[in-house]
């Protein structure tokens, strides 16, 4: 398996465009988790989904962040409009159902100029 | 609710020494506990893991065991080398199944020296 893939790894933009971050989960895992790690604050979980459903995104931080899961291999993370704040490495792990074991992408790094 | 406190780095060593790194939970139930590893550039890989009151977990020559009359559950390894250099999370889950998600402390960040 190819584990959880992220893209793009790296995403540098200006203050006020839209960025759409993807990810690919583990083929049979059924959770998904978004993350966002930065100095300040550490690894924050901003939302995750069971089969494709959104359980809890009381960690979005604002309405300019947005999540979706269309089906069960394909998940975006979109910010609009980004602003200078929003620049940290964004986590997406993935898990089966009944395991403990999490796995994670490798994250894309967010910089926002 | 539930939290992990664990020691803040930065934390420098040098090659082969001891390393002991201090990790503490709340919970209000049976939680397991969990230590994640990020190397540089990279995500977090699951290092070792225990589930109940006890249990050592152990992988790479780390160890940790779950001591639920102290709440810990501190990561240890008898001889570092550089390539341990990185960041140390630990995690709890209160359950696996469907609310078995981690709840991670802010992590550590170990340095070592040749």
């Known amino acids: 398996d190819a584990g959880v893939i992220q893209s793009p790894r790296h995403e540098v933009t200006e203050m006020g465009q839209e960025v759409t971050l993807r990810c690919k989960p583990i083929s049979g895992h059924d959770y998904l988790f978004w993350y966002r790690q930065t100095m300040m604050r550490g690894l924050e979980l901003l939302i995750y989904f069971n089969n494709n459903v959104p359980i809890d995104d009381s960690g979005m931080p604002e309405d300019r962040f947005s999540a979706k899961m269309p089906n069960a291999s394909f998940s975006t993370l979109k910010i609009q409009p980004s602003e200078p704040r929003d620049s940290a490495v964004y986590f997406c792990a993935s898990r089966r159902q009944g395991t403990y074991g999490y796995t994670f992408g490798s994250g894309t790094r967010l910089t926002v100029v | 609710g539930n939290s992990v406190t664990q020691m803040e780095g930065p934390v420098t060593l040098s090659e082969e020494a001891f390393l002991t790194i201090n990790c503490t939970y709340t919970a209000t139930g049976y939680p397991s506990l969990f230590w994640y590893v990020q190397y540089p550039g990279e995500g977090l890989q699951l290092l070792l893991k225990?589930?109940?009151?006890?249990d050592k977990g152990s992988n790479k020559g780390f160890e940790a065991t779950y001591r639920k009359e102290t709440t810990s559950f501190h990561l240890e390894k008898g001889s570092v080398q550089v390539s341990d250099s990185a960041v140390y999370f630990c995690a709890l889950s209160e359950r696996v199944g469907s609310q078995g998600n981690l709840i991670f402390g802010k992590g550590t960040k170990l340095s070592v020296k040749p």
């Open positions: 225990a589930t109940k009151a006890d």
